[in-house]
């Protein structure tokens, strides 16, 4: 397994931005897909963003066009965008990363969107 750390979270008011962060425990180059997830209180874990190994990324609809995932293979780091900021953006996001049909998760950072 793939052990992973996020950093970032915090309190930010609406129409504001964030970066998340991802550091893995080992070289990402050769994870087959990395992610973001959220999960706001009550609700289930939904996918927000993924990359690839080959850099190919998909989105929610709910944050096309304000969150952008990339990855820094040499910092083993997968990081989230997200600007223009909504209250109901207000969640706790998980990493995660596929290797090998397993996957990992992080613990999570919490983000909360004040209106």
């Known amino acids: 397994q793939v052990q992973l750390v996020e950093s970032g979270g915090g309190l930010v008011q609406a129409g504001g931005s964030l970066r998340l962060s991802c550091a893995a425990s080992?070289?990402?180059?050769?994870?087959?897909?990395m992610g973001w997830y959220r999960q706001a209180p009550g609700k289930q874990r939904d996918l927000v963003a993924a990359?690839?190994?080959?850099?190919?990324?998909d989105y929610a609809d709910s944050v096309k066009g304000r969150f952008i995932i990339t990855r820094d293979n040499a910092k083993n780091t997968v990081y989230l965008q997200m600007n223009s900021l909504k209250p109901e953006d207000t969640a706790v996001y998980y990493c995660a990363a596929d290797l090998r049909g397993l996957r990992s998760w992080g613990k999570g950072t919490p983000v909360t969107v004040s209106s």
């Open positions: 080992q070289p990402i180059f050769g994870i087959n897909a």
């Open positions: 990359i690839t190994s080959v850099g190919t990324t």
